[in-house]
């Protein structure tokens, strides 16, 4: 009688408060998850936590000192990874920027390569992160931080200057776009540590280049990169 009463209990819940996976719409996944199995199975993974030299750390080869580099999924138009992408960085869904952000330490972690200190999300301008709600780059922080037990420093570069959008702009001009755009509140905060800079999506990695040379003049710092996604520039 009681799971015949907490399947009746169940279904009410599905049909007023549904809990749907973030990829695909099925319902048929537990609580504790935004993501269902198949989706989770079709995500596109690099493996670039495991392999030194992977195309993430080559593209700064000659541009930043880098510890290690990876991005967790390839990023592709109209693909799985975009929709989840748009559905969290637009559309507001930080739970399931955590759970990303979650998923992105687990194998972090388990490479052995990204023995880090302290976690610092790539800023947003004053202007764009209130016109959005929230920075994702820190959402991915406060994820990663839930596995890794690692601080997170979220104001500790700044972005002073509002940027016109990168996304429709060539190589060159992202590197334009981006030159002298941040600022580093207190070197000494990060001195002698290994920084581990976060994003959502890598691209020509204008952006990422710009902010981590402003966070290595602390002294003696370390860095490292990791981003949800890798895309072709």
Not at 99 to 111: F, T, V, W
């Amino acid at each position: 009688m009681r799971s015949f009463i907490n399947e009746i209990g169940e279904s009410v819940t599905r049909l007023f408060f549904p809990h749907v996976c973030a990829g695909c719409r099925t319902d048929l996944l537990p609580r504790s998850t935004l993501l269902c199995l198949r989706c989770m199975a079709d995500m596109p993974r690099t493996w670039f936590e495991e392999s030194p030299h992977n195309p993430v750390e080559k593209k700064f080869w000659g541009r930043l000192p880098l510890i290690a580099a990876t991005a967790q999924y390839y990023y592709n138009r109209e693909s799985l990874m975009q929709h989840l992408i748009h559905q969290f960085k637009y559309g507001g869904d930080k739970s399931l920027g955590l759970q990303l952000g979650r998923i992105m330490g687990k194998e972090l972690k388990a490479s052995g390569r990204f023995e880090v200190d302290v976690l610092v999300p790539l800023p947003l301008s004053e202007e764009k992160e209130r016109r959005r709600g929230f920075n994702q780059a820190f959402v991915l922080c406060q994820g990663i931080a839930d596995v890794m037990r690692l601080p997170v420093f979220e104001r500790i570069v700044t972005r002073p200057l509002f940027t016109e959008t990168q996304t429709r702009k060539g190589r060159i001009d992202r590197w334009r776009n981006m030159e002298g755009k941040f600022c580093l509140a207190d070197t000494r905060q990060l001195a002698n540590k290994h920084i581990l800079l976060v994003d959502d999506v890598v691209t020509t990695g204008a952006t990422l280049e710009a902010c981590g040379s402003e966070i290595l003049k602390a002294q003696n710092a370390r860095l490292s990169l990791a981003t949800l996604c890798y895309a072709s520039d």
